[in-house]
């Protein structure tokens, strides 16, 4: 899986989720009170390394699809992050 993930990164539009979300350097100061289990890609592939986190590849799955369902969620179904997010995952 850390390929797959390493892979996702790299892509053109990954940028906007390769680190947490953070409200006020972001702009979006509601973000943590809309979005109840915030993830991005670079906390997926750091729990991938420490091996502490993730016991089958269907929870990375989850955390990678949480990503894209986070987006959509918080910044609608037509905003460019979302389609981003949709094409990563």
Sequence with gaps: MDKV???VMKMKNALPFLEP???ERDGCP???E???TPMD???IKYRIMTG???KSALQ???DARRVTENCILYN???HPFSKYAMELG
Excluded: F, H
Aim: proline share 4%.
């Design 5 to 7: 993930v390493a892979s």
């Design 41 to 43: 890609y670079g906390t």
């Design 60 to 62: 990375v799955a989850d």
């Design 76 to 78: 609608g179904e037509g």
């Design 21 to 23: 979300v953070d409200p």
């Design 34 to 36: 809309r979005i109840k």
């Design 30 to 32: 509601d973000y943590l």
């Design 52 to 54: 502490k986190y993730y």
